[in-house]
């Protein structure tokens, strides 16, 4: 049977039936330039709203014209493309809208900290203690805060750390031994539990254990130990995923030449991980370097300056903070924000280093 | 005495490893790292023994139902203590910040994984997380002096036009320091557990199942409620629960935020509530040997909560596969 070559429509005619064609297969469809128009409509249509009526404020207008926008565009593609496509539409526009709602916080956080910080913060507030300067009274400062934080997260570091990797090295070296599977498994159960420790609770343990129980008084190391349980389960888990992608080559290659497990782990396997390692180490200090909880159950608050963990009252950033807050006069409220400004520029510095290490150390997949 | 070592997924016929001096070194690492691994397992253990222990002696003191009391002078004469109001407070609070932050959590998650491209996606992920290092203090503070302002009017606005939903209702006019501002202050904290664990399992959705889903074609919406949620469910259940258990223990934040009663009042755009772990940093200096012991007794409580969200948690998301809030 010969086929007869189809009559080619005028160009036209082709343009219109491709158009139906189209429009039979796949439905109607908004113009590209929908969304921006309804934004454009629902924006002007809340500022109109703000002026007429009720509707106040510049969180208020804004609130009342994404709602406009999800309401215009929903309708407008339920009339054209139908229910699918407008279901798609408002799912679309909550989830940017989740985003948008989830940035304000952070920038406004910063924000806040960095303006109200500044009005107080300057080199005399870095050195110099509170020592004799009263609530109600301008000056002072958080060096012996400073000390006592760097001391307290020393200290939690130096322990937390070392047992953070051998734990991790455990569950990932060892943890395939028949006769450790079950212990490894309870191990690595409850370090995830133990990330969902209050930190107040934690503090409370410590005062138990430490103070009620053994008669040590409240102390910089008392908090330090708080905070090292704090950062133990986070210490883990990054070391842990690290090891565990350390290529198996590498310990085998080092097995054949005859060096024993513990040296290949200690000289080839943490060696490689070590970009991962350390990233996870400074993460984790900057989780515990902003707790406040439990410096507030294990030490006493002071405004002199204490070099010596062991003994007497030793102040801390977060302490510090919560006592300035607490004072409620403006001189120390100013003191509050500007070392909030402080430690939050500390708990930054060491999660954007650790992030940064991350990026350009580490084993590749 | 056989201490062969195999390396992991060695041949079971691994030849032993000679030599005295070999075995103890291995011996002796072993060791260390097994006794890092059961410190861990002892430290849990002794913090549950010794708030039991410490906790008995208020509790023997108090003249009062520990768990229907809604008072707290545990340092009185004869004690007189419960923690109906904290257990409110808290649980109050902590539903606010799910019925907030799960759902924005999620939709950060999606955005993220199956929205944005991926260099704005991981700079945004990146952003998330930043607000996860933000000190609790902060969030109180930030909470008290910019957001509660900020929430005035919406507050009065609800109480205005919703009155007739009896939380809802305020008898006061009086918006500031309420359960609702502390419940909208660990929303914003726990956002980033929620977001961060989702959007882990999301970014584990199979390539093939979006890709049968997107070929039969269905919408991006449709998509995702065939092939991602069904996927990920269990990590979206335990990151709620990794983030209520979040929520629950929040101690510093809602202490400032909150003025502290010790009555349970349900109408939560009023001024008060508590919860266990504020009360323990607001009493904490004042307490006396039994009011220690009645805080003490209170953080046992919200221990035991804790513990049960979060292993709850961990067994719904073991059974998927292994993700872990610690590495978030």
Redo the contacts between chains.
Sequence with gaps: MSTQPPVSPAPDERVESDRLLHDALAGGKLPRWAAPAAGVASLVLAFGLNVVTFVDGVAGTLVVAALLFATIQTGWSFAVEGRRHAVDRLATTLVYTTFLVALAPLVAILLTVVVRGLKALDLDFLLTSMRGVSPRAEGGGVYHAIIGTLEQVGIAAMIGIPLGIMTAIYLVEYAAQARSRRLARAVSFFVDVMTGVPSVVVGLFIYTAFVLTLGMERSGFAAALALTILMIPVVVRSTEEMLRIVPRDLREAAYALGIPKWRTILKVVLPTALGGIVTGAMLAVARIAGETAPLLLTTFMTTSINWNPFAGPQAALPTFIWDQFNSGTDASQDRAWAAALVLITIVMVLYLTAKIIARFTGVKR | MSTT??????PETAPE?KGAA?RR??Q???G??????????V??A??AV??I??AIPSLQANTANFFTTQDWTPDADPAYFGIAALAFGTIMTAIIAMLLAV??????A??IAH?ANKRLGAA?G???D??A???????G??GL???MP?MQ??LQWLATYFAWIPLFQNDLGIYTRSIMIAGTVLA?MV?PTV?AISREVFLQVPREHIEAALALGA????M?RMSVFPFARPGMISASM?GL??A?????AVA?VLSATYTINWQITEPGGNTF?AN??LR??EARPTG?SA??AS?LV??VI??A???F??IVI?RRSEF????S
């Design positions: 070592v195999k390396p992991p997924g060695a490893i070999v070194g291995d002796v690492f072993l260390l790292s097994r006794g890092a691994g059961v410190l861990i397992l430290i849990m002794a913090i010794f708030l222990w410490k759902p924005v959590g999620i939709g950060i999606l955005f929205y945004l990146f952003i998330t930043l607000l290092a933000v000190p609790s203090i902060i969030f503070m930030w002096s910019f957001l900020q009017g919406f914003i956002l977001s919408t991006r919406w449709e995702v990794l258990g979040r629950l223990g929040e101690t510093i400032l772990a323990i940093a904490w200096n220690l805080l003490i953080g919200l221990f804790t513990l969200v979060n292993m948690a961990r073991a872990s809030g610690a590495n």
